[in-house]
């Protein structure tokens, strides 16, 4: 059964219910927004069809005859997927081109019933198709493709393959502490297995940026021999500036790291930064701040790294590819894609070199 057709028929069954364990069916109907002859009418039909007797009443009826041919229906769901981008006139003009007369509304009228009314619908069936058949796709196609790409990164859904393919970073202002001033959190997140790296610092500057990717993160990816190869970032100072003169941008030169910078003015492009902000607030500091006074900045550092290793090991996280998995338990089970992906990168360059020379 349809999502469509278990709302249809909820409320329905949830009125027999109440009557059921309320043993009132005036005050059943008087709870849930029904008249008595609907109740008697609904308990009829459940009596004899089951709940499928209750969606058939809700649901009108096609007129079968009132459609258009099959082979004008099967070119519309063809056009669609061919050309994803058409709206509904213009597939209506296109298929005209072809000597096949439909109106803007039986196109969408068409759509409706095979589920390919919006943009995004019509992208997944084309995907679908490509993946099934294995079909070579068109310039229109890839260019529908590309901008769905473009618009899913700008709503923070960002393209990543293995554990090391793409980090977040960004800046979070925690507070003030007494005696100590401003502090500020630098906050690093693969974006692949949302394992996190923080530090606490009492000013935000390049400095302090770099300083993280060299204290904690760079080590870490040593140590678990992958590369890190691509960052995202705000377009804050910290973060941007001339190469040659800008600490942040200096260490990534050195290290190899290419620098990607979200589209300006849109916080949701680095998500999954603001994401785990708002996790780390709610779960570490409106509480540990209620619980507890801290003196220095080396204090709380402490407890956030208790916080995050928590968070790390043995929290369950609903991020995209880890399946309720713990951030750690996914970077390590998906840790053989990155080095599969290294491989494979380092032979294409070794075959490269060697083709070159023999030139």
């Known amino acids: 059964m349809t999502s469509t057709a278990q709302k249809i028929i909820k409320p329905k069954l949830g009125l027999l219910e109440l009557a059921k364990q309320l043993g009132n069916v005036s005050q059943a109907c008087k709870v849930m927004g029904y008249s008595r002859d609907s109740f008697y009418r609904f308990k009829q039909l459940y009596d004899e069809g089951g709940e499928a007797a209750l969606q058939q009443i809700s649901r009108k009826k096609p007129l079968i005859k009132n459609r258009v041919p099959?082979?004008?229906?099967?070119?519309?769901?063809?056009?669609?997927?061919?050309?994803?981008?058409l709206g509904q006139l213009g597939a209506s003009q296109q298929l005209q081109q072809q000597g096949i007369l439909i109106s803007s509304s039986g196109v969408r009228s068409i759509w409706l019933r095979h589920g390919l009314e919006t943009f995004g619908q019509r992208l997944k069936a084309l995907e679908k198709l490509s993946a099934q058949e294995g079909i070579v796709l068109s310039e229109e196609q890839l260019a529908a493709l590309e901008k769905a790409k473009h618009q899913r990164e700008a709503h923070g859904e960002?393209?990543?393959?293995h554990p090391g393919y793409l980090a977040?970073?960004?800046?979070?202002?925690?507070?003030?502490?007494?005696g100590v001033g401003r502090i500020y959190q630098q906050t690093f997140v693969d974006t692949y297995s949302r394992v996190a790296i923080c530090k606490l610092y009492c000013e935000?500057?390049?400095i302090t940026a770099a300083d993280l990717l060299n204290d904690n993160v760079v080590p870490f990816f040593e140590t678990q021999k992958i590369p890190l190869l691509r960052i995202l970032t705000d377009r804050g100072t910290e973060y941007c500036g001339k190469v040659e003169c800008h600490a942040y941008q200096l260490y990534l030169a050195l290290e190899d790291i290419d620098h990607s910078k979200t589209k300006a003015r849109h916080p949701q492009t680095n998500g999954i930064c603001e994401r785990f902000h708002r996790t780390v607030k709610?779960?570490?500091?409106?509480?540990t701040f209620r619980k507890k006074l801290y003196g220095s900045l080396e204090e709380l550092q402490i407890d956030l790294d208790h916080w995050l290793c928590k968070y790390n090991e043995h929290r369950p996280h609903s991020g995209k590819y880890c399946?309720?998995?713990?951030p750690m338990q996914t970077f390590r089970s998906t840790l053989h894609l990155a080095l599969e992906k290294n491989i494979s990168a380092a032979a294409s360059s070794d075959s490269t070199l060697a083709s070159n020379l023999a030139a």
Request: glycine share 4%; hydrophobic share 30%.
């Open 70 to 85: 099959e082979h004008v229906e099967q070119a519309v769901i063809d056009l669609a997927v061919e050309n994803p981008a």
């Open 158 to 161: 960002i393209e990543t393959e």
């Open 168 to 178: 977040s970073q960004d800046t979070y202002y925690v507070g003030t502490l007494k």
């Open 323 to 326: 399946y309720g998995q713990t």
């Open 282 to 287: 709610s779960e570490f500091y409106d509480i």
């Open 204 to 206: 935000k500057t390049a």
